[in-house]
């Protein structure tokens, strides 16, 4: 089985992803050191990326990597659950040298896992999409070089809100009162998922209401009332039987809105082309909508970066390498973000010249993830995401009462940034 892009975004996708493949093999003697590399003079370099699920990207990369002459760069395609096979190689000595990584953690970052590359941004940092960069930055270094950017979006289907007399929503008391008006016997007005939208949405309900997971000085970024209000109107969706529930297939799917089960669905970036093929141009996108006076429309950006293991005996050829992959050949970056399902590149340079992002909904995402865009900070732990996703999911289904919820939900945060914060 594979996996496509899609699932870098830590808003569950990943760990509901990795949970469903399982750990197929992490390390030992099919390192990828073994096999067949691209030719290039200079030492051997295992390169390791995850098992995409878009067709021609692996033959793209093992292209890239013959180009280079400089080393000899063996290409290793991993199915299974990535993250966690290379979590486990980068404690041996047979893992990769370069490597693609969601992340890296927090934890691979201090306890010495990986290579400090901001050397390797000199005079181009500043091309970089900034939200793609935070969470790959800390201690004022850069530990990975982000590769493309992901996003989540809210698609809607312009003819079924026109003939509702439903504008695009600009709030989310406006995306409440517009999901209900378009909800009839056939036709639901929106579509988060089969739970009803806590792994879809994530945290994002927080930034549409001008918080954060965790603020930049590393405390708790929603305790406070425009948390509980927020999350109080997705429950308002589910009990206005607005939301579509039980869907052939779950929102990263597209179908449920092409067929017309809903007019609107939380989707991503990369069924853009499958929708655009299915209903031409009767459709737009939009970021999740503001809520409250100091809120702002809010989408997750992510990226899977390129890294360097610290236990690579080639860290200096590998950093080269990398350097010149995915920031100097820029056409190979083009290339592996749209040629291969459709992405937004990282340089920012690139996505405004590219053709394909050029026009319609296409251009507005380019737009919106510099604009509305966050990642979430390496400091949102797995801990800390999941009693934060747990709440969200009794809060929409069941009523719960968001105050007391959340309050539960802040305690464990706290603990874990406190944890966090101390030195390893």
């Excluded at 390797?120 to 793609?132: H, I, R, S």
């Excluded at 003939?163 to 009162?177: H, I, S």
């Excluded at 309050?407 to 966090?420: N, P, Q």
Aim: proline letters at 6%; charged letters at 25%.
């Amino acid at each position: 089985m594979t996996i496509s892009r899609r699932t870098l975004l830590g808003t569950g996708a990943t760990a509901a992803t990795g949970a469903a493949l399982g750990l197929l093999t992490a390390c030992g003697s099919n390192t990828g050191r073994g096999d067949g590399g691209s030719g290039g003079d200079g030492p051997r370099l295992a390169q390791w990326y995850h098992q995409y699920g878009e067709p021609g990207t692996e033959q793209a990369v093992k292209r890239y990597a013959a180009a280079y002459d400089k080393a000899d760069v063996s290409v290793q395609w991993r199915p299974g659950n990535y993250d966690e096979q290379t979590a486990a190689a980068l404690l041996t000595d047979s893992g990769p040298d370069v490597f693609e990584v969601n992340g890296p953690s927090l934890d691979q970052i201090r306890r010495g896992q990986v290579v400090d590359l901001t050397d390797l941004f000199e005079g181009v940092k500043d091309d970089f999409n900034p939200v793609l960069l935070a969470p790959k930055t800390y201690d004022g270094k850069i530990w990975s070089i982000p590769q493309v950017a992901d996003m989540h979006l809210l698609y809607y289907r312009k003819s079924l809100l026109d003939d509702a007399g439903v504008r695009p929503p600009k709030t989310m008391d406006e995306l409440v009162d517009a999901a209900k008006a378009l909800t009839t016997k056939k036709v639901k007005g929106l579509f988060l998922g089969n739970d009803g939208g806590a792994g879809a949405l994530g945290v994002t309900p927080l930034y549409a209401a001008g918080l954060s997971s965790v603020t930049e000085d590393g405390e708790v970024g929603f305790d406070d009332p425009a948390a509980a209000r927020v999350l109080g109107k997705l429950h308002q969706l589910y009990a206005d039987k607005s939301l579509l529930l039980g869907a052939p297939a779950d929102w990263s799917d597209p179908s449920a809105f092409v067929q017309e089960l809903t007019a609107m669905q939380w989707c991503g970036l990369w069924a853009l082309p499958a929708v655009r093929k299915e209903l031409g141009d009767d459709f737009g996108v939009l970021a999740l909508p503001a809520d409250g006076a100091g809120g702002k429309p809010a989408l997750p950006v992510g990226s899977y970066g390129a890294a360097v293991s610290a236990r690579s005996d080639h860290k200096k050829e590998a950093k080269a390498f990398l350097k010149w992959l995915w920031i100097e050949r820029t056409e190979y970056q083009e290339d592996f973000a749209l040629s291969y399902g459709f992405h937004i590149p990282a340089r920012l340079s690139l996505a405004k010249k590219a053709d394909k992002l050029k026009e319609g909904p296409a251009a507005d995402a380019v737009r919106y993830s510099t604009e509305y865009g966050y990642a979430e900070p390496l400091l949102w732990t797995p801990a800390a995401r999941t009693a934060y996703q747990d709440a969200l999911s009794r809060i929409i289904k069941s009523g719960a009462n968001p105050e007391s919820q959340l309050k539960s939900v802040v305690r464990t945060v706290r603990a874990e940034l406190d944890r966090a914060k101390k030195k390893p």
